[in-house]
C-alpha cells in the first residue's frame, strides 16, 4: 500500500507540472501573439515596447527549453529554480508591460497558486514573497519615469496581498486533500484487510462452500469444498458439466426457494452431500 501510494503521488505531481508547462507556454504563446500582431499597444500600457518584445520572446523560448530539460523533475530544488525563474521573468514582464496598467500582474498571482501546488509550506509562501516584491520593485522603478496614482499603490498593494492570498489557499486546499486521500487509503487497506480475513475464514470452515456468478461461473471454493466433490480446482471454472446434479438442484431452488433442496451422490468419493443455496446482495 505504501508503494501504490507514493505512485499515485508521484503521478499527481507530474499531472501538476505538466499544468505548470502548459501554463507558462500558453502564456509565452499569447503575448508573442500579441506584440506580432501589434495587439500589445491595445491591451497593455507598454513602458519599454523593446523590452517587451524581447522579454516576451525570451519567456516563451526559456520555457520551451525548461519543458525539454525539466518535464518530469522531482527535486524540490530544481522546482523552486523553475518558479524563481519564472517569477523573476514575469516581474520583467509586469515592468515592461506598464506595471499595474497591464494584466501580467494577474499571471503573477496565478504563477504563485500553480508553484504552490508543487512547493509546500515555508518554500511556496518564499515564491509569494518574492512575488510580490517583484511587484513592488517593479513598480517603484516604474514611478521613476511616470508619475504613480494613490491608486496603482494600492492596486499595487493588493497584488501583493492576492500573492500569498493564492499561495495559502492553494496550500489549504492541497493540505485537505492530503488528510482525504489519506483517508481514502487508509480505508481500502482495512477493506482489503477485511478480504483477507474473510478469505482465510472461509477457506478453514468445515462447510463447503462455493461461490457461482450469474453463468454459474466458479468465484471461490474453499478447501473443504474441493475435498468433498473430489476436485483440485475450480475456480473459473462453469460448473454445468462438472456438477450437473448440482446445478440441476440449483434451478428447482431458483424456481421455488422455499423448497429443501435433495441431497446428492458424489460419483468419486460415493459421498452424500446435503446441498444448501443462498443469494448474495449484488
Request: proline share 2%; with cysteine.
Amino acid at each position: 500500500m505504501i508503494a501504490e501510494a507514493s505512485s499515485h503521488s508521484d503521478k499527481q505531481a507530474q499531472r501538476l507540472l505538466r499544468l505548470y508547462h502548459l501554463y507558462r507556454l500558453s502564456v509565452g504563446i499569447i503575448l508573442v501573439l500579441l506584440i506580432s500582431s501589434n495587439m500589445d499597444n491595445r491591451l497593455l500600457t507598454s513602458a519599454n515596447d523593446d523590452l517587451l518584445r524581447i522579454g516576451s520572446w525570451l519567456y516563451l523560448v526559456l520555457n520551451i527549453v525548461l519543458v525539454v530539460f525539466f518535464e518530469n523533475t522531482r527535486r524540490p530544488a530544481q522546482l523552486f529554480s523553475l518558479a524563481l525563474l519564472d517569477i523573476f521573468l514575469l516581474c520583467g514582464l509586469f515592468y515592461a508591460g506598464g506595471g499595474v496598467a497591464s494584466a501580467i500582474g494577474n499571471l503573477l498571482i496565478v504563477s504563485v497558486a500553480i508553484s504552490n501546488t508543487l512547493l509546500r509550506r515555508r518554500i511556496g509562501l518564499l515564491i509569494a514573497a518574492l512575488a510580490a516584491i517583484g511587484i513592488v520593485g517593479s513598480s517603484l522603478l516604474l514611478n521613476f519615469s511616470h508619475r504613480a496614482s494613490p491608486n496603482d499603490y494600492l492596486q499595487v498593494s493588493t497584488l501583493g496581498a492576492l500573492c500569498f492570498a493564492a499561495a495559502l489557499l492553494v496550500q489549504g486546499l492541497a493540505r485537505r486533500l492530503e488528510v482525504s486521500e489519506t483517508l481514502v487509503e487508509q480505508k481500502a487497506s482495512e477493506v482489503i484487510g477485511l478480504e483477507a480475513l474473510n478469505a482465510l475464514i472461509l477457506q478453514r470452515m468445515r462447510t463447503g462452500i462455493l461461490v457461482l456468478d450469474d453463468q454459474r461461473r466458479v468465484q471461490l471454493a474453499n478447501h473443504s469444498a474441493l475435498t468433498l466433490l473430489g476436485f483440485d480446482r475450480l475456480e473459473g471454472r462453469l460448473i454445468d458439466e462438472l456438477l450437473p446434479s448440482l446445478v440441476e438442484r440449483l434451478h428447482l431452488w431458483l424456481n421455488n426457494p422455499t423448497l429443501r433442496p435433495q441431497s446428492l451422490k458424489i460419483a468419486s468419493s460415493g459421498m452424500e452431500l446435503q446441498p444448501s443455496f443462498i443469494a448474495l446482495d449484488p
